[in-house]
């Protein structure tokens, strides 16, 4: 989580300073290429119930992975694809504070960002989204 806010301040333009378990950064700025957007869309890919929350709360899109444990030769995972896995898994981003909205594609739940629930008056939305409409 320490590196995803660290990117999406470099990428504002801001100088970053973190130093975490994972991360240790000081004082690093992105001068140069600039994003084309003023806003670089945070895209988060995960199962992991604390991951998902966070997600919830700051991803634009959320990808739900669907693997489950690492198998025996350290490559395959188990895959968990049954209706009661993804709604558990979309029920945590709601909780994390996006309200789900079903994306097009197998497995991705795109809540709405920050920006949205602040225009909506912390309400998500509600409408269903295909490729034609995005």
Do not use: C, K, Y
């Not at 950064?25 to 992991?48: E, M, W």
């Not at 693997?67 to 898994?89: C, I, N, S």
């Not at 029920?91 to 809540?111: D, K, N, Q, S, T």
């Amino acid at each position: 989580m320490a590196v995803v806010r660290a990117v999406q301040g470099l990428l504002a333009g801001e100088e970053v300073s973190v130093d975490s378990a994972r991360l240790t950064v000081h004082r690093a700025r992105l001068d140069a290429p600039r994003p084309v957007q003023d806003r670089i869309p945070l895209t988060v890919g995960t199962s992991n119930s604390r991951l998902l929350r966070f997600a919830g709360e700051h991803a634009d899109v959320v990808g739900l992975s669907g693997l489950g444990r690492t198998l025996a030769d350290g490559h395959m995972h188990a895959v968990r694809w049954t209706t009661e896995v993804v709604d558990r898994q979309v029920a945590l981003v709601a909780e994390g504070g996006g309200g789900p909205e079903p994306a097009a594609g197998a497995g991705g739940a795109r809540p709405a960002g920050p920006r949205d629930r602040r225009r909506r008056g912390g309400r998500a939305p509600r409408s269903r989204s295909t490729p034609a409409s995005r």
